[in-house]
């Protein structure tokens, strides 16, 4: 299969079947794309990196944006795919964390409710998001398709897992509260035009 290779002096790939191969005595190779990237650098011994026109310089410069690596066809796992969570259920979840949800969304939250709300943020975005580059981080390259219960709960244990949670949880203590004070605000009015209308039978 042809093997495009980039040109030794500027960097600029060259297309197969085209350029020369130039073998040091040392054991060193060199690609050259033209006669003017081998002259500038074996016989003007030139720096890439201070000619204007090579790549090198425009990437010593920030000029050309590094190209991120492609991905490599029938890889077990993309490099931004999100991991699925498996998250502890009923009595394995510690009373630490059904405190603070019943302190965030409570206060009186019933067990099952409060397991409940648990389980939505193991499937929610917010938590795979943080948690994916973690695992990731602190394994390697190991190919996984699940985090397990114990991995999970390590990274609860950590101050970014537990600030997590704590933002996820006022994100949805703003959206029930959103939604029961909008059912606690009409029942006022009710009232109101009530004793309006007793003040008018009066």
Same mark, same amino acid.
């Given at each position: ?84 969570? =498996? *998250? $502890? %259920?009923?009595? &394995?979840?510690? +009373? ?89 605000? =009409? *029942? $006022? %009015?009710?009232? &109101?035009?009530? +004793? ?7």
């Amino acid at each position: 299969m042809p093997i495009t290779r980039p040109c030794s002096f500027c960097g600029n790939d060259i297309e197969p079947g085209t350029g020369k191969m130039f073998i040091r005595r040392d054991g060193t190779i060199h690609f050259f794309c033209s006669s003017k990237c081998e002259r500038n650098l074996l016989n003007l011994g030139r720096q890439a990196r201070w000619v204007p026109w090579t790549k090198h310089f425009r990437r010593a410069k920030g000029l050309v944006e590094e190209e991120a690596p492609a991905a490599i066809p029938g890889a077990p796992e993309e490099v931004g795919a999100l991991l699925s969570v =498996e *998250a $502890p %259920k009923g009595k &394995a979840i510690p +009373a630490d964390i059904v405190d603070l949800i019943d302190h965030r969304l409570g206060p009186g939250l019933a067990r099952a409710d409060a397991e409940r709300h648990f389980a939505t943020f193991a499937n929610s975005d917010a938590l795979k998001v943080q948690i994916t580059p973690w695992y990731r981080k602190k394994h390697g390259g190991k190919h996984v398709e699940k985090i397990e219960v114990q991995e999970f709960m390590s990274f609860l244990q950590t101050p970014q897992g537990r600030n997590t949670l704590k933002r996820w949880l006022d994100e949805e203590a703003k959206r029930v509260k959103g939604r029961r004070g909008g059912e606690d605000e =009409e *029942a $006022p %009015k009710v009232e &109101a035009k009530t +004793a309006k209308k007793a003040k008018k039978g009066a």
